[in-house]
């Protein structure tokens, strides 16, 4: 049943017959206009070009009048995974390691992503490393628990240094009280540890002079996350190069859902959205709530994740009885036999695009092979919006020049050097 797909398929009857992409198209956006904008909700997905997010987040915003837009990947963790570049270690600065540490990584998993992690560590061989829960002693199955019982033996036994301390961080004083009246022994506990544990973890990190902390951004949670970058500041490795922190996201282009705004709450850009415009429901709703609720009428699915359906039952359930859903994908997947509507989307590899890794850098991909659908994504989605009264476009250097100028450059230093708990 997971064959390629080639033309738009729509259920009659539970019989699935080929239909023209034009007709496709009309029938999305009848169904469109058949319910309240706020009943409608989009996904993006990791594995589309910056290009194609883009458009699926104006044919929501501008077409549809909809904030309800997010991916699978973030549904259930929300749009705070967000670094700035500044913040976290770019490839070009790894060679000045001094050693990696590495957590929530199994590189027997299937994710293409984490041949990012292996590459590194193929290109950095002189580098030594420590994978926790692999080559380690100590076991780490709460994160947030672990790194924060390492933070409250820094604080208490001041072994905290630098200019966060001392007042570029912002919230120091309000963290390190929070910190103190935790039980450091049910944090220890949270885990099986004991306070040697954690005095050995502390030594092993000090004698560094250049830590890199890479992590399988899918085994933290964001809290967990949150007291990390605690532990870099509180340690100053955020203030030099070469050090600093690192998370390896789940899909090629998962920083491109931030970039284009593929969250209710987030601008093209990446930035908080500031002001309701056009007539869009509040940035602030709640999409995984209004989900499962049964809230969506309409749900339109572009670059699904397979994975979703064995991590979250319930989400694949509560899209099964959405009256009208689309989904556009290659093969003929599980959440496509649920649809009612499918489009056949085009591989990486047979356009265009540009594609952000977790550094924040951008690389241009070219087709390698003609597609084997009639429309590419960006047409199609470009025919889609057309249908609701935007205007044609599907050239990846214009829309490069439209999202481009999206980004505001210039100091955010305001928004960083929180600690965050």
């Not at 194609?52 to 995974?81: H, P």
């Not at 899209?319 to 689309?326: G, N, Q, R, Y």
């Not at 999202?403 to 210039?410: D, E, P, Q, T």
Request: proline share 4%; glycine share 6%.
């Amino acid at each position: 049943m997971n064959h390629r797909l080639l033309k738009p398929l729509l259920k009659q009857k539970d019989q699935w017959i080929e239909i023209t992409f034009p007709e496709a198209f009309e029938h999305i956006a009848n169904a469109l206009k058949s319910y309240s904008n706020s009943e409608t909700v989009f996904f993006g997905g990791g594995s589309y070009s910056n290009e194609e997010l883009y458009l699926i987040q104006k044919i929501a915003r501008e077409g549809v009048k909809t904030n309800a837009i997010c991916s699978f990947e973030y549904l259930t963790r929300g749009s705070e995974f967000q670094f700035d570049k500044n913040d976290i270690v770019p490839f070009a600065e790894m060679a000045g390691a001094s050693r990696f540490f590495c957590f929530g990584f199994d590189l027997q998993s299937p994710y293409p992503t984490l041949n990012v992690v292996k590459q590194i560590m193929e290109v950095y061989p002189q580098i030594p490393r420590t994978f926790f829960n692999q080559d380690s002693k100590i076991f780490i199955k709460n994160f947030q628990a672990f790194f924060r019982a390492v933070n409250y033996y820094l604080v208490q036994h001041q072994l905290i240094k630098g200019i966060y301390i001392e007042g570029l961080g912002k919230n120091y004083q309000a963290y390190a009280s929070a910190l103190l009246s935790d039980l450091y022994n049910d944090l220890l506990a949270e885990n099986n540890l004991q306070s040697f544990d954690i005095e050995y973890f502390v030594n092993m990190i000090l004698v560094e002079k250049n830590p890199v902390y890479l992590f399988w951004e899918k085994a933290l949670s964001l809290k967990a996350l949150y007291e990390l970058e605690n532990l870099c500041m509180l340690t100053d490795v955020q203030s030099k190069q070469s050090c600093g922190f690192l998370g390896i996201k789940e899909n090629i282009n998962s920083q491109g859902l931030f970039d284009m705004g593929i969250f209710p709450d987030l601008e093209v850009g990446g930035r908080k959205q500031e002001t309701q415009r056009n007539g869009q429901e509040a940035s602030t709703q709640d999409i995984l709530h209004n989900l499962l609720d049964g809230k969506y009428k309409n749900g339109l699915i572009f670059g699904e994740n397979p994975v979703i359906s064995l991590e979250s039952p319930e989400i694949i359930n509560a899209l099964k009885k959405i009256p009208f859903l689309v989904v556009q994908t290659p093969y003929f997947t599980e959440t496509a036999q649920g649809a009612h509507l499918i489009l056949p989307a085009t591989l990486p590899t047979e356009s265009d695009g540009i594609y952000t890794d977790c550094t924040r850098v951008a690389h241009p991909f070219k087709k390698e092979e003609a597609s084997a659908v009639e429309l590419n994504n960006l047409q199609q989605l470009s025919a889609l919006g057309e249908k609701l009264g935007l205007p044609s476009c599907d050239d990846h250097s214009d829309l490069f020049l439209e999202y481009i100028s999206f980004f505001k450059a210039g100091c955010h230093s305001h928004e960083r050097h929180f600690f965050r708990w």
